[in-house]
Nanobody, 126 residues
Framework: QVQLVESGGGLVQAGGSLRLSCAASGRTFRNYAMGWFRQAPGKEREFVIAISWTGGNTYYTDSVKGRFTISRDNAKNTVYLQMNSLKPEDTAIYYC???????????????????WGQGTQVTVSS
């Protein structure tokens, strides 16, 4: 059974930084793309950022380019989201996400997600 457990959310002032972690278990982590989505109050869940299963490619939504980076540590079965220059509009619940199929980067980019973490709150004050 695949499990994703996020950590690292919290309250930060605008311009600050946070790092989120997502620990995965239940299958061979290195074979799967991983990503992060977020959901702000009153809005739909949206794609934020993803990393390919090889780790060689990253994909971003425009609003976070230059501020957010994603990385993975296959030895620790963990994916990280480093968020810098945070803005109040980044306030949301952040969800770690993983697709069903291995060796495939397209699913996560288009939102075909089979596994979600429980979410972690990120609040950016102005």
């Amino acid at each position: 059974q695949v499990q994703l457990v996020e950590s690292g959310g919290g309250l930060v002032q605008a311009g600050g930084s946070l790092r989120l972690s997502c620990a995965a278990s239940g299958r061979t982590f290195r074979n799967y793309a991983m990503g992060w989505f977020r959901q702000a109050p009153g809005k739909e869940r949206e794609f934020v950022i993803a990393i390919s299963w090889t780790g060689g490619n990253t994909y971003y939504t425009d609003s976070v380019k230059g501020r957010f980076t994603i990385s993975r540590d296959n030895a620790k079965n963990t994916v990280y989201l480093q968020m810098n220059s945070l803005k109040p509009e980044d306030t949301a619940i952040y969800y770690c996400a993983a697709p069903r199929n291995p060796h495939n980067d397209d699913d996560i980019r288009v939102g075909r997600i089979d596994y979600w973490g429980q979410g972690t709150q990120v609040t950016v004050s102005s």
